[in-house]
């Protein structure tokens, strides 16, 4: 099970004042202080694969075409622009997305992130809803 409250507190109180363009590696080693491991991967874009074989959920890729609030915990991976070919990565802390810096102005890291637009992916770790021993009345039955 991943705690995401640990991964959260790990990545913030690592980050620094500026890029220091280690944000997988940072990303990575906040999600594994969690209590989960990642395979590691040269480029931050292809986390994706990895974040899923250890229970995160892909809620969408690219921009969301629907309404979304971000959580503590939600991981973006951002696909690769010209100049920065292995892509970014970063964690949604409940205030600011962090990498190995914290990210004032959204998920995209930089100035040339945001005039390029990529696509993205947001991954959120997948939770188990305890249900009631018993049906309680007005419960509905799974099948």
């Not at 491991?37 to 690219?62: C, M, W």
């Amino acid at each position: 099970m991943w705690d995401k409250d640990k991964a959260v507190e790990y990545l913030t109180t690592h980050a620094s004042d500026h890029s220091l363009g280690r944000c997988a590696e940072y990303t990575r080693q906040a999600i594994e202080a969690g209590g989960v491991t990642l395979q590691r991967h040269n480029s931050a874009k292809d986390y994706g694969p990895s974040l899923i074989k250890v229970g995160f959920v892909a809620l969408f890729e690219s921009s969301p075409d629907t309404f979304y609030f971000h959580q503590a915990g939600d991981v973006a991976i951002v696909q690769p622009i010209k100049g920065h070919p292995h892509g970014h990565m970063c964690m949604y802390n409940g205030a600011n997305w962090v990498s190995d810096f914290v990210q004032y102005r959204g998920v995209y890291p930089g100035p040339s992130y945001r005039k390029a637009n990529p696509p993205f992916a947001v991954y959120r770790y997948k939770t188990i809803f305890d249900l009631p021993d018993r049906p309680t009345e007005g419960s509905m039955m799974l099948a």
